[in-house]
């Protein structure tokens, strides 16, 4: 199966930018999705595809992807960003099985 | 609007299993993959498996193989995730999430509330 890794943790200031990132073998075949979980919630679909929003995510969430690296990028971070993030993406076994990135916790100072 | 309600919290002892269940509302529950995916205290996001609604068929990541099992009754729109022989390191809050697909792309894009699984132990 293939594993996702992210960074523990990052921080970025108030209005300023941070950019999320994940590896791993699976995304050179799949676009990542990213979920946004703030404590005691569900996670949040916040990207997905190539870099796709759902309704009601503010566009200063964006993706993108680099051989085997997915980006998640806020620009402009605003206090109600902080949370953690996950990336996935589809296993590489071709079953539908999916595989979740480590997890980055972003902090808003 | 489009959401999945969970069952409620449940505390357990260890051996024993639980079931949990989810509902679906607003939109054809049969057109859609349900997924489950646990997370342990303080921990991150782990992949249990899924079902597909419409044929019954499901996938379950190997580690969870023998003690889960997924179920549906399209009669009601509802998931339901079967753990069995339950140990102290299943104390997790267990979600279900359904599966959309758009531009060759797949994702959860809804997701229940959780359904907090704690050892009574």
């Known amino acids: 199966s293939s594993e996702l890794t992210q960074d523990p943790a990052v921080s970025v200031a108030l209005g300023q930018t941070v950019r ?12 990542a999705s990213w979920y946004q979980q703030r404590p005691g ?9 190539k870099n796709n929003r759902p309704s009601g995510i503010p566009d200063r ?7 085997n690296t997915a980006s998640l990028t806020i620009t402009g971070a605003q206090a109600e960003d902080e949370a953690d993030y996950y990336c996935t993406s589809r296993d590489t076994s071709g079953n539908r099985l999916y595989v979740f990135g480590t997890g980055t916790k972003v902090t808003v100072l | 609007q489009v959401q999945l309600v969970q069952s409620g919290a449940e505390v357990r002892k260890p051996g024993a299993s639980v079931k949990v269940s989810c509902k679906a ?18 921990q991150g996001l782990e992949w249990m498996g899924w079902i597909n609604p419409k044929s019954g068929d499901r996938n379950y990541v190997q580690k969870f193989q023998g003690w889960v099992t997924m179920t549906r009754d399209t009669s009601i729109s509802t998931a339901y995730m079967d753990l069995s022989r339950l140990r102290s390191d299943d104390t997790a809050v267990y979600y279900c999430a359904r599966e959309g697909c758009s531009g060759g792309s797949c994702f959860l894009d809804v997701w229940g509330q959780g359904t907090t699984v704690t050892d009574s132990s």
């Open chain 2, 25 to 42: 509302s607003g939109y054809t529950f049969t057109d859609y993959y349900i997924h489950w995916v646990r997370q342990a205290p303080g």
């Open chain 1, 61 to 67: 969430f964006s993706g993108s992807r680099s051989r």
């Open chain 1, 20 to 31: 999320i990132t994940c590896q791993g073998d699976s995304l050179r075949t799949y676009y």
């Open chain 1, 41 to 49: 919630q569900a996670p949040l679909l916040v990207i997905y595809g």
